[in-house]
């Protein structure tokens, strides 16, 4: 029997999150794992008046690919995949692969390699986006794996992932409208500021937000959500950050990283493990020591780590920056085949200044 909450998830990320419409290419995306959350968009797609495009991976067959292709195969771009990038009108993907470590043994090298070559995927998303051409939402399917590596049962944590996007309530779209009109207040604040300095026990850092737009984070992107967002002036980052918890890619953790920042660029960075990952994603190419995205998050219904970047990020209390790519409509040019978000704790001794007036203390905004 379909979990009830599933029905709902559907119905939030089509009907509110990308809001599909009659006539419109629907792109629904996940790993063979996933397919039962797939089935209900689908299904609720068909009853939008959309036009479902099932588009299905399986971790299994990636991990072949990655071991056994060749260069010219690890270059090659599917061009159905291309068309439609450059002419779907909505992109949904769902989360979730049965081993979370399946990955490890990959040389990255060999990851950037593919994803040096899809660059152009991701670029013509987030630019079609930006010009309201391409919706897109991700989401994620909860499962063994995930539950694991979040060291819940896969019932307590099926109640997390459901919970945190208020599809446990009567009325999710109700609820999410009261995150959007949240976020509004703090975004209309930060109009028009210029510069930002975070200082905490974890992080010394100034960036400029000079003439970048903050976004709203409220589920039309991202489902669960709960931040604000924007792409820092690429040459402005300057300091110092450790972020508080481990940073996967590829299926391998990278704990303990800290980096220096000096006129925006990455100038030195360690970690504790898989420091190899690390300046693989670094050195991927020009725009990859530059930050693409500051974040604040603010969902406090995720309070604990799970090691899935889709809660994480959200964690009331934290900001997160990523490295790479950033969302052209936030005002961000820095482009790269890497977008990689690392998180910093603010919860303890920490403060943002806004163009020196006090904005955040110790988790909770104050203005």
Known sequence: MTDPRLQKMADLLVNYSVNVQPGEWVGVLGDVLTLPALREIFTAVVRAGGNPALMLSDDTMNRTFLREANDDQLTWLDPSQS???DQGDVYIRIGGVPNTRAMTKIDPKRNQKVAGAR????????????????????????????????????EDYSDFVFGAMFCDRD????????????????????KGKKSIKLQGPNIDLQLSIDGRTFINACGTRNMPDGEIFTGPVENSVNGWVRFSYPSI???????????????GKVMEASSKTNQDLLYAQLDADAG?????EFAIGTNFGIQQFTGNILFDEKIGGTVHMAIGAGYPDTGSVNKSAVHWDMICDMRQGSEIHVDDELFYKNGQFVA
Do not use: C
């Open 83 to 85: 068309l439609y990038y």
């Open 119 to 154: 660059r152009p995927w991701l670029e013509t998303r987030m630019r079609r986006a930006a010009e309201g051409k391409m919706k897109w939402v991700g989401a994620w399917y909860p499962n063994d794996a995930s539950a694991q590596e979040a060291n819940m049962s896969l």
């Open 171 to 190: 009325d999710p779209v109700a609820e999410w409208s009261k995150v959007r009109a949240l976020q509004d207040e703090k975004i209309a604040w930060l």
């Open 249 to 263: 890619v590829a299926g391998r953790a990278v704990e303990g990283i800290e980096i220096k920042f000096q006129d």
């Open 288 to 292: 990859s020591r530059y930050l693409g």
